[in-house]
Each structure stands twice: as structure tokens, then as C-alpha cells.
């Protein structure tokens, strides 16, 4: 059976039966949830309502269904064109030395990322990954029925911290498959909400704003409320995407990662710009000795290697457009990609698109798709190595094929 | 100036002056807290009530405050002998793969856990050290008010957890230096605690109960209490100081980590033994995505290679020796250690030993102390290198001098 990442019910499979090992034990029967929750531990009312369901499928686990690896892992919007070999290196000496817990203030790396993009160390905060930070800013702003505006379909882990804090989510919907800025300022200020979330350029769509349109938007955003700017795919957009950063703003807040360009999603490394006031209230609720030591120590050396950066992007610029070749090729129609990955219409609805990674699935092809409507059109494919690609131009006509027969 | 990381003051200062690069960019006057408040974000009344101390400095911090690095670094209960270099060999290989993210169910690792522990994958949780785990248990279990019982001068991370939660902390005194069962048990009763914190070892006094003790425990648990047992040093300990176990307890969590016996500290894998039902609750709150790729991976090699850990168990022993012998030649008396680190009573209370502790550190020697009276009449020193060792029993006799002598 080909195993479908986007079908839900193969989630709810896993999360009802526990997929792997359960029962293997031979455990009693009367181990069950109804019994000893007679019994078991008090949950906060919050963490009793939240859903059981495991929200994130990797592909690691597509495989161990499907019982063979992917041969071109092109789904997670990972960098396939790695790390720059200087912050390999420097992650393998810091291996040795990993007996010692990571720097909690992050020093050497903060001080570097201050310099690049002329703040005071102050006004940055790094963490584990965008994820973890997202998870500090949701703890910090939201309180249980508070509202938080995205667009239906955008970033899905800002969404689950935002449920698993008692949130209140309420969304836009995309606009000529771009999130909105003012859709979202609309909606904020309709529901009073305290959080705004945008990324530019947007996943999964591949679209992006001017920083023209996202300075308006920052200076359109109302009292209370704060912007949380994802920036995951900034480096791989056009110049000018980016507004100027303008630490002087108490209520807007940037996020950045060296999971994307910089080729390090493994690490966990990522950091979010703001007034120093906003960043120090990530002091009370983080993890403070969370950071991988090793990781510390390769994004340092990655960000310093900018020849090795520009050669990422370049690659990335070649690959995308060899995807968008082999989109056009298959009669499919590529759309216009600011980021390291390249959204595909293919023409019909959901079940189609949903067959079709599929299809491409059982073929050893890794990728995903749009969750919401009409983006669900269309499949996500990450920029690949040539070898990648040349999988994925052998099985896409195969796999469409498929979809378009079964 | 010598720094002393126990000395409430050098926290203080550091807290509200932004201690390194504050004002560096001529930031303008009107960029100040009272005013930005008046716009900034609507944090949370939670959020809000939290201290905006920095709770944690860690050595690297006080390496910078006097400028020079410390010769020898034996305050942190690090594992000096480091991780098995099969370990090592797996998180350089992986720093290859490290644009691939972490598998988020950390498959491999956890079976391999789970064979060891003679459970199964279900009962088993991987998170970001148990610092990570700490805090998404307090999450699940503690709303703001809900009563926890801990000792006092105990684990402080756990406390942190509690507070930025709202959790309402009760504690109990050690006992002969030793966390009290008996104390936790009534305190837990008389304010209907949903949470009891308790560490076997102990940390910071090195103290060890009888699995036992603990298995005593754990039968006399006031229904609707969660035993939040921290076992993080539970590899040093005499045989027969873990309590068998017993994952069809549906409120016993028993934390184990890679940090100390594996030395693996900057690393961040720790993981949580439980009920299946107990273990399913964290993916609702975890950072699905949050693990480090390469240090799955050399976890997992550490696991396997039991040979290096009996050694390092074998090494820790020595230098535990050692240390104890340069303290009662100099007249301090060592306490029994079943953990990586020694207690030493130098016979006077906190400001004495508070004074050894910056003596030492001026003389390159980083070292910490208990934090609550009377244990704060020790210093704590972790197991060293035989060099590491020998720069102590040099400075030692100099720092009691200059103690003496303040």
C-alpha cells in the first residue's frame, strides 16, 4: 500500500492505534486509557481538551510504513545542498566537546547575528529552531481564549501552539494564493486579536510581498496587536522583500532560521528580531539551556561562509526552475517560487493533487502538499539535487498517470 | 574583580543592566520600557507576573565577566570524560545529513530504549533534555495555582517550570542532606498536590536512596499525585537505588538523560519513562520537530556502547576519590557521592562557602554551591580530568586562605 501523507485518515490510523509496537509487549488488557484515567494524573482542563492526535508525520515514518526509504526527499522543504563544509566542520570539532552543556546565552552566535543585521545583541533571541520560539511567543501573548489571526492554510506549527496555549484561532483566506496583509489587519482588528501571524515568503505557496506591502502592513497594524513576521525563506526571495529592520518597534517581531538557506533544518537553530524589551520577555519562559552546543557552533561558521550562500542560492535557482520545466513538460503549471521550494497546480482539486503525491510517494519521490482549499490544487515540491530531479522527472508522468486512473 | 556566580548581586546587576553591549548602538533615550509598555504587546497577566531575571548564568557567561576562561570546569556537573567516541563518530557523520530534520518520533532511539528498559516505544518520551521534558510535564499537569511539592534547594530548572507556569510551589526540607520521601508525601497530602518532585540521586547533595525507599514511595502516592522521579544520575548510583520499572503505574515519570553518565550534555537528549497513557499526553505540547538530528544519532551509538560507559563510571569513581581526599587535606569534609559530582562541607555557612566558590573561580577553577541553608554550607564540585584535579588541589588551600582572610 502506498502510503499517502496527506490523507487524514492515515493519521487518524496512527494516532488511535499507536502504528508501531504497541501491544508487542503483550500488555494487559486492562491497561487501557478509560481504566486508569479513573486513576491517573490530573491534566489541566487545557491539556485534557487538546486533540490526542500526532499533529507532524515525518518522512522518516512514511518510510518505515512503506518499509523502503524515498530515494529524493523533496517534501519538508529541507536544503538538500546542505550545510556550508565549514560549519560541517566545526559542528564535528564541537562533537568532541559536547560533554559541555551550550552556551545559554547563545554569546558568540548573538553577537554575530546582531552584526549582520545591525541591531544590539539585545534584540535578538535564539532558539530551537523557529518552532521552539514560536511556542515562547504563543506562551507569552496568549492566554486561553485569546485570538490569533493567520490565514487558513499558512504555517501549521504556529497554529498547534496556538491550541496547545487555549488560543483562539481565526483566519483569512489566501489571496491570489498570497497570504494578506490587509485581510489579516481586517480580521485583527475585527476580533481584537493580540497576534497577527504573516510569513513572507509563505509557505506553502512560494509567494511573497514587497517589503513595500509588509511596511505598509506594519504600519497599518493596530494598538495591541503584535506582527509575528515569519522569515523562514527570506534569503532565497528577491531583494527588497524584506522591510528594514526597525528594532525601535515595540509590537513587531521577525523570525529567522539556519533551518532553510543555511542548510541546517537537523540543528535547530533559529532567532527572532525585536525590541530588546519584547526579547527579554523570552528570558522567563525558555528553555535556557536548550541550544545543541554543536549546533551553536555551525550556524556561527555558517553564517560567516556568504560564498557558500550565495552558491546554495544560485543552485536553488537553477533547481527550481528545472522543477518548473518538468511542471510544464507534464502540462502542469508551475507557480511563481520566492522560496526554496516550488507550489504546482495540477489542474483539479484536492483528491487529484492528494493522488499524486501519492503516486509519487510509491515511487520513491518525498513531497507534500497545500492543506486548504483552492491551494490544495496543488503539490509542493523542494528545490533537489540533479539527481533528485531526475527521479521526479521520471516519475511525475508516471504518477500522473496513476492519479488520473485510479 | 573575581566573579561569584552565587552572589545574588552579580545576578541582579546583570538582570537589569543588560550586562554586555546595552546602549553600544546609541540607542535613544525614549526606547525605554515605561513608554514602549504604553504600545508594546498585550502579554499575558501570567506572563507579566513572571521575573525578568535571567534565572540561569552559565560559565561561559562568568568566563567573559573576568575575562579569561576557566582552567578547569567542574561546576556544571558535566562529564568531563565525555561521550563514547562511537558517539562522537555518529554526530560527525550525521553533521553531514544535518539538512535532513530529526526524525520527530526519534524512532531508533527509542526503540533502542526501550529494549533496554524492557518496555515499549509508547512508554517512552524524547525531548530536549530533561530540562525540555520538565517543562512540557509542569504544562500538562500544572494550571496557574495548582499546588507542587519539591524540596528545597532542589533541582532549580524544575521551579522554574512551576513558576512560568503559575504553579503554586510548596517545599519541604532536606533531611540529613538527603531529599525526604516522608516530607514530600505529607506536604504533597496536605495541599492536594497534582505534582512531587523528587531526584534519586540527589543534586546538589549527591545523596541516594535505596530503590527501596523510593519503591516505598511510590505505593504510599496520595491518589491524583504525579511522582516526577529525576533520575539523571540514577547511572553512578549503587546498584539497586532505581525501583524496578513499572510502567503500568499510570503516575510515576521517571527521567533519565544522556547528559551526565553518556556525556552528552550539549547535546540535549533526555527522556521520560511512563505509562503509555501518560507518554501519548506530550505530543499534544512537545516541539514535534525540536530534536537535533546528529544528536539522535549519538545518543543512540552512546546506548550501545556499553564498554565506555562502565569506563567512565570507573573514571568518575577515581576522581570522586581524589576529590574527597583533597578535601580532608585541607580539612573540609566530603559527603558520600552516588552522583558525578562531590558535596564538600567547608564548615562554616553560605558566605564561607560562598567565598571558596569565587576564590576558586578567580583561580581559574569553576565550581558552584547548594543554594538553600543549611546545604549551602558545601561547595559542589563535579568529577574531573587528573589535570583538572591537580589545578584544584592547588587552588583549594590558596582559596581557603583567601576565604579565611575576606
Known amino acids: 500500500m502506498a502510503v499517502n501523507l496527506e490523507d487524514a485518515s492515515f493519521w487518524e490510523t496512527r494516532a488511535g492505534r499507536c502504528f508501531f509496537g504497541r501491544g508487542a509487549l503483550g500488555r494487559r488488557e486492562s491497561e487501557t486509557c478509560s481504566e486508569s484515567a479513573m486513576t491517573g494524573p490530573r491534566f489541566t482542563p487545557l491539556a485534557q481538551s487538546l486533540p490526542a492526535s500526532v499533529p507532524f508525520v515525518g518522512p522518516e515514518t512514511a518510510e518505515r510504513a512503506q518499509g523502503r526509504g524515498f530515494a529524493a526527499r523533496l517534501g519538508a522543504n529541507e536544503n538538500v545542498f546542505g550545510p556550508s563544509p565549514k560549519a560541517i566542520e566545526a559542528m564535528e570539532v564541537a562533537a568532541a566537546d559536547i560533554w559541555k552543556y551550550g552556551d545559554p546565552e547563545s554569546y558568540d552566535l548573538k553577537e ?48 498547534y501552539h496556538v491550541v ?26 475585527e476580533v481584537d486579536a493580540p497576534l497577527i501571524y504573516l510569513a513572507n515568503p509563505d509557505n506553502p505557496m512560494a509567494s511573497v510581498h514587497s517589503g513595500a506591502v509588509i511596511q505598509g502592513m506594519i504600519d497599518d497594524l493596530p494598538t495591541g496587536a503584535v506582527l509575528c513576521l515569519d522569515e523562514a525563506y527570506i534569503e532565497f526571495a528577491p531583494e527588497g522583500s524584506a522591510p528594514a529592520i526597525d528594532i525601535s518597534h515595540p509590537r513587531v517581531i521577525r523570525f529567522r532560521t539556519f533551518s532553510k538557506a543555511y542548510g541546517m533544518a537537523g540543528a535547530r537553530v533559529g532567532y527572532a528580531i525585536a525590541h530588546q524589551d519584547f526579547i527579554k520577555q523570552f528570558d522567563k519562559v525558555r528553555n535556557h539551556f536548550g541550544m545543541n552546543r554543536a549546533a551553536q557552533a555551525g550556524a556561527l561558521a555558517a553564517l560567516k561562509d556568504e560564498a557558500y550562500l550565495k552558491q546554495t542560492l544560485e543552485n536553488v535557482r537553477r533547481a527550481k526552475a528545472r522543477i518548473a520545466e518538468i511542471a510544464r513538460a507534464n502540462g502542469l503549471a508551475p507557480l511563481r517560487s520566492a522560496t526554496n521550494f516550488v507550489a504546482i497546480d495540477c489542474g483539479h482539486g484536492a483528491e487529484f493533487a492528494k493522488a499524486v503525491v501519492a503516486e509519487l510517494g510509491a515511487r520513491g519521490v518525498f513531497i507534500r502538499m497545500p492543506f486548504s482549499a483552492p491551494q490544495n490544487r496543488c503539490i509542493r515540491v523542494s528545490a533537489g539535487r540533479p539527481d533528485n ?13 496513476a492519479a488520473q486512473t485510479r
Not at 481565526?170 to 485581510?183: K, Q
Not at 530531479?389 to 500522473?400: G, Q, R, W
Open 112 to 159: 554575530a547575528l546582531a552584526a549582520k543585521h545591525g541591531v544590539a545583541p539585545e534584540n535578538i533571541a535564539i532558539g530551537e529552531g523557529i518552532d521552539g520560539l514560536l511556542g515562547y511567543l504563543v506562551r507569552l501573548l496568549i492566554a486561553p481564549d485569546d485570538k490569533v489571526v493567520t490565514t487558513a492554510g499558512a504555517y501549521p506549527t504556529f497554529n
Open 164 to 189: 496547545g496555549y487555549g488560543g483562539d484561532l481565526h483566519t483569512v483566506p489566501y489571496e491570489n494564493d498570497t497570504e494578506s496583509p490587509a485581510l489579516l489587519l481586517a480580521k485583527a482588528r
Open 389 to 401: 530531479l531526475d527521479l521526479l522527472e521520471t516519475a511525475l508522468p508516471e504518477a500522473l498517470r
